[in-house]
């Protein structure tokens, strides 16, 4: 008799429905045939089954048996059809009767004993099962809790084999799991003070500068000696962004669910994502991919900071292919399992020192490097990737008398205030546009926001030609301006913001200290 269960397979982080058809009763010896899986996934799987079916008290399958996972093209992850499987066994047998099976979208892992184990993109599962107008989702603990994030579905909650029969033979009701909004509330005051900015000393620039980038949601560099506080304050960005809307929220929570990272807890349901690669992260870890294309780093700092710390010990070609995902906010990934396009509109954090050592331009240490060697460092940055980081910053040594200060620094609440006011002039400027932020200002949109009178255009002018800024600049500048503007509550550039916004393009300057 055949069975047929309804399941899905993740593509990036959309799901696909994938039919899982059992055929039992087949003339020939006794014997379980699994297609639509890759080779090594269908013996472990069939192992799994196996044992957790006898280990929950059933009979596995004495006849020949095909069990097709289709459609055949789509790249499966094995765990993931353990619970239907075992489900779709069961009813081809006749070991347990149910009615409108299919109305159900079922996947899970199972252990050996039959309890089952979460899975990767439950939310892109339960999203496919409310466009499939399906009556709800069978899933293991974690997987359930997220897919209950997407309204519009009953989410059933299933710890074992066994708990999935009797629910779905009527013997057992299960109540279906409450969309889980209480995770969506405001940022609990005790997560959002754990990294502060009032720790942070002195830095009154490099702190003015972040606020900057963070307001207009512009890439930044910082450049600076060891001690400086550079990775202390790349931390403490998050704390003073925005919260994250109840779209943004469900974004950042789709890409964790699709690389199965909210199953171990890696992810607090209410904090904008703060990712930080290290400099010898392989590229499909940075970008994303593998046989199953998942996401990256990239896509991990959705909506939220990608921190690349020593920025010139990247390798080169790890920072060139960063350069179209900062263009366009999202990366395509082409696998032969085909192609999938995730988002990745991150806010590029970065830092580095000013040469090899370390210390030059530091007033306290001598700097060792020869030209040559400082040459060398700088030029792995490539220019088109610095022409996409609206901000470069110095960071100077701090002085003991600063360090020895008991003064607390601004806290991230008074800074998140201002950003947050700047951010609501921004989005009722970009009303009805797909754009955001000001970083993410199209051409266009420069022209007819960032205006600057005659006197204006003569200046930035001059000072480009004074500092030898470089041609690409001049765009970046006004970007900046015009966030300097906003937090200012500013209709208009004027000359304090686009003189302070110059002041951000220390890198682009022939001479460099
Ligand atoms: N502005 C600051 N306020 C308070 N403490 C600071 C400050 N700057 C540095 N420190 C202290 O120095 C330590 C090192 O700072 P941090 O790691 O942020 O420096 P860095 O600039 O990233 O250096 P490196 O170039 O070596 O990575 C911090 O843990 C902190 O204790
Ligand atoms: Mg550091
Ligand atoms: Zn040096």
Known sequence: MLATIISAALQGIDAQVVHVEVNAGEAGEPKLILVGLPDAAVKESDDRVFSALSNSGFKPPRTRTTINLAPGNLRKEGPFYDLPIALGILAATQQITTAQITQWMIAGELSLSGATRPVRGALAMARLARREGKRGLLLPAVSAEEAALVEGVEVYRVDSLDAAVRFLTGEQTIIPLKPAQYRLGPLPASKAGALDFSEIKGQHTLRRAVEVAVAGFHNILMIG????????????????????????????????????????????WDCRPFRAPHHTVSDVALLGGG?????????????????????????????????????????????????????????????????????????????????????????????PLLDRIDLHIEAPALSIAELRSDQLGESSQRMRERVAASRERQLTRFRSTKTTANARMTHAQIRQHCAINAALGDLLQHAMEQLSLSARAYDRILKVARTIADLAASEKIEAPHLLEAIQYRSLDRAVFY
């Open 291 to 383: 046989t199953i294309p998942g996401p990256g780093e990239i896509s991990l700092a959705h909506q939220g900071v990608l921190f690349l710390d020593e920025l010139p010990e990247f390798k080169r070609s790890a920072l060139e292919v960063l350069r179209q995902p900062l263009e366009d906010g999202d990366v395509t990934i082409s696998r032969s399992a085909g192609k999938v396009t995730l988002p990745c509109a991150f806010m590029l954090v970065a830092a580095m020192n000013p040469c090899p050592c370390g210390y030059l331009g530091d007033p306290k240490h001598e700097c060792r490097c020869s030209p040559t060697q400082i040459q060398r460092y700088r030029s792995k940055i490539s220019g």
């Open 225 to 268: 000696p060891p001690g400086s506080g550079k990775s202390m304050v790349a931390k403490r960005v998050p704390s003073i962004m925005p919260p994250p809307t109840l779209d943004e929220r469900l974004e950042i929570l789709s890409i964790f669910s699709a690389a199965g990272r909210t199953i171990n807890g890696e992810l607090a």
